[in-house]
């Protein structure tokens, strides 16, 4: 329970003992936290005082080891060169390229070769650290993570997945208590359908109310295949007990629209027809048994795809209008081509004016977004495909400007209906709004998101913290083969056109210093990057871009452990080379790919640009940044000039519906801030109250 606490809203649950404590335990308790960054509130402190020994070495054994997992301080640390940044800085070329040979000779030979080197005493970290405080929490607000959780409006990621399922099986027939009057999001239904099926005895209750098409029931059954509830990947269906099978024919009976639902993913449907069998229940399912026949015998049948795309090509609009008012989220997306095919774009207008109120917030605040920005130059339009693996794809920006009387237009309709739907909750008073929240991107879609010490969404951009030298880090371990992760940094300048690289063929230039290259982690292996921030912005620099790629064309997702992050020291040859205390973020690298780019830095304004995305690899022998540099250059350009909706804008439609903005923190009601009140780390917050 706390290791999710913890992770999530930096709480802890404990309860009060009998006894009274030294203060010897408590203040050698409270150093070991600082060691790591942190430290308690005046509250935990004085429940911690009566507790005995016994029982406070369970909970320094406990709360150091979640503290250490989330850190990346669970492991060790050897890098190549045990006293860089200082060693390979001092270095001729001569010895770190003989070095460096003789450790690919090793691999050649299949043996390990690695150079041998007192690792000499460090001094004390120098560095000025701002700990953060654990604060006590409660049971109710705990069970809320669940709640907020499984009622989001948007995928929730592959952690709050492992969450959710904890949840489940903690709770298991009770769990019902906490889940929310309305699930929103069909992924999520369908997931929680699933864990309610493994774990508990009311998953089919809970289905027949919630599953309301064919396509439900293709996600929870791909959900329990171990498949991308998203369907944009395919999947291997597992074998379905008998019982399921009439199960999941009943549950398809009692749903609308069968046959042209489930024509929107007919391969996979043909292979769950394989697993479950209609036939055989015909008579009892025979509407399941007419849209299978379809499905496996290609029957003609007109779907509303196909009218869709005949409208679109006859640029019938009447009929387009006609077509998408009765699926509101839809016709949203599709405004923007239908403006444009258009001659007259008012019956357009007017239709949406009537549907918005229809259309989710965040598609809403998205179109808002796009038609905001729309009539403005840019280059690149950017897309997120959907999907479990963090990718992003861009193209030259084609679309022609649009009537500005109609772009306004749009934008007014879609921030008068956000306003008006806002106004339905709960009121918040006078309402504080930092300006700081214009950095940070509200969080659509976290599908794809990296388990991480902090979660915030693609696109926010995070000050750097006071110091010159940014440090990132990897640590690794072999898979069921050698596997070589390379850690890189690539510098670009403010056209994004490339400066140099600091990897493993370039271990050190201007204010860059590579740790050493490792190809083999049998028992874990770690690489770390030093930038010398104001070398770099003298040398021309403006971007720094984090690379992660699979030399040896593993997946990421087949290694036993893979994580990576970044601190900001002050004073780079002092502390041990990874310190806890300075670590500014730490993620999981899980994805199924072979090159992740989870971050840039933007030197000149000191941002960290948090991007968590993932690059298909070009084909050859080995897989480096340099192949790469096309699609890691076109990739920067894309997340430093994206155009999505800010917390700031969000917070100030909410302020407008239920609140009176104020300027200042004593006299709000409500805080939307960095530091204070609603922070942008509070994300199941945002999407459960204010999206």
Sequence with gaps: MNNIYLRRKKKIIIQGKNNQLEDVYISTLLKNVENLGYTFSAEIIEILRTYSVDEIEEFYREIIGNLKQLLGDHVSFKPMYPNFPRQVMEAKESELYLNAWLHYFGDWLGIRILPQYLKEPRPTLKDNINLKIIELGNVQDFNLIFTRV???????????????????????????KYLPNDIPLKENIAFIGASLTKYTNIADSFMRENFKTATDILRYITVLSDGDVSLSENTKFKN?????????????????????DMLRYREQWKRIGEK??????????????????????????ETFNRKLEKFLSEKNLESLIALLKNRPGEFARKLDKLIRISKDANPII???????GKVSNAVLLQV????KYRNQTQDLRIFFPKGNVSKVQAIKYNLNQIDEVTRLKVVSICKDTLVQKFKNMEPLGNVYIDKSLEKYTVPFALRSSSKSLKTISKGSKLDLPDGNTVRFFIWWKDGKQRTDIDLSAIALDKNYIFKTTIAYFNLKELGGYHS??????????????????????????????????????????????????????????SGEIFDPKTVENKFDITSNTKICIPLIIDLEDRKVIWTDISITDRIGYNNNVINNLSSISLMSKAMTSLMKPSLYELFQ????????RTESKQEANTIF????????????????NFL
């Design 150 to 176: 499984v009622g989001s409006n948007i995928p929730v990621s592959e952690i709050d997945k492992v969450d959710i399922e904890w949840f489940v099986k903690h709770y298991q027939d009770s769990t019902i």
């Design 240 to 260: 379905i007990k008998k019982r399921d099978r009439r199960l999941i024919l009943s549950l398809l009976e009692n749903c609308t629209s069968i046959t042209e």
């Design 276 to 301: 479950i069998h209609p036939s055989e229940y015909k008579n009892k399912f025979p509407k399941c048994y007419e849209a299978f026949d379809v499905i496996r015998n290609d029957k003609p049948f």
């Design 350 to 356: 007017e239709t949406f004016e009537q549907i918005a």
């Design 368 to 371: 808002l977004t796009h038609f």
């Design 516 to 573: 050493g290259d490792i190809t083999s982690a049998p028992d874990g292996a770690s690489e770390f990057i030093d930038i010398d921030i104001n070398q770099f912005l003298n040398f021309g620099s403006r971007y720094i871009i984090m690379s992660i790629n699979s030399y040896t064309q593993q997946p990421f997702v087949d290694l036993p452990e893979c994580f990576a992050g970044y601190m900001i020291r002050q004073h780079p040859n």
């Design 653 to 660: 439609l909410h302020a407008e519906a239920r609140g009176k």
């Design 673 to 688: 801030s960095e530091k204070e009140g609603i922070t942008p780390l509070d994300v199941e917050q945002i999407i459960a």
